[in-house]
């Protein structure tokens, strides 16, 4: 799920195809009243195959979305990314990784415009990884919190 705002939220995951076996992705988005799935074009499926959705990210003019697509034994084919401009979906297949990556799919998508950064082509802020907490951290009891707070600073969970 990703919100944008209260009144800007999306969700992906997948659905029973109407007729015959397996599931197809779904994208639906919440504006702040009720929520709609949206019509997404679909990538070429196997029969009995089946296609999900399974990260999605998005900021106010940008959502992307990845997931992958099964054969009938429900092994991973190859992962699909999808791009809503705002106004219509896209499809594309990502990039066949080969055999030395038989699980060809996304598990995370980061959207970034560069309105969001200014006209520029400049790289966003500098992210680092998510902290770990060492196992010398330990829970004080209170839902959530711990005796040594994690660091602070934008990371990349």
């Given at each position: 799920?990703?919100?944008?705002s209260?009144?800007?939220v999306?969700?992906?995951?997948?659905?029973?195809?109407t007729?015959?076996?397996?599931?197809?992705?779904?994208?639906?988005?919440?504006n702040?009243?009720?929520?709609?799935?949206?019509?997404?074009?679909?990538?070429?499926?196997?029969v009995?195959?089946?296609?999900?959705?399974?990260?999605?990210?998005?900021?106010?003019?940008?959502?992307?979305?990845?997931?992958?697509?099964?054969?009938?034994?429900?092994?991973?084919?190859?992962?699909?990314?999808?791009?809503?401009?705002?106004?219509?979906?896209?499809?594309?297949?990502?990039?066949?990784?080969g055999?030395?990556?038989?699980?060809?799919?996304?598990?995370?998508v980061?959207?970034?415009?560069?309105a969001?950064?200014?006209?520029?082509?400049?790289?966003?802020?500098?992210?680092?990884?998510?902290p770990s907490?060492p196992?010398?951290?330990?829970?004080?009891?209170q839902a959530?919190?711990?005796?040594r707070?994690?660091?602070?600073?934008?990371t990349?969970?």
């Amino acid at each position: 799920m990703a919100a944008v705002s209260a009144s800007n939220v999306w969700a992906v995951g997948s659905q029973p195809v109407t007729s015959g076996i397996g599931r197809s992705g779904l994208a639906m988005h919440y504006n702040g009243t009720s929520w709609t799935a949206s019509a997404l074009p679909a990538p070429n499926v196997p029969v009995n195959g089946e296609w999900e959705l399974s990260a999605i990210s998005a900021d106010a003019a940008d959502v992307r979305a990845t997931g992958f697509v099964s054969n009938a034994d429900g092994l991973v084919e190859h992962a699909i990314v999808e791009h809503f401009n705002g106004t219509r979906w896209s499809l594309t297949q990502a990039p066949d990784l080969g055999p030395n990556y038989p699980i060809n799919t996304f598990n995370a998508v980061l959207a970034i415009s560069r309105a969001a950064y200014g006209r520029s082509a400049s790289p966003p802020p500098a992210t680092r990884p998510c902290p770990s907490l060492p196992s010398s951290s330990t829970s004080t009891g209170q839902a959530g919190r711990f005796s040594r707070p994690p660091p602070t600073g934008r990371t990349t969970c």
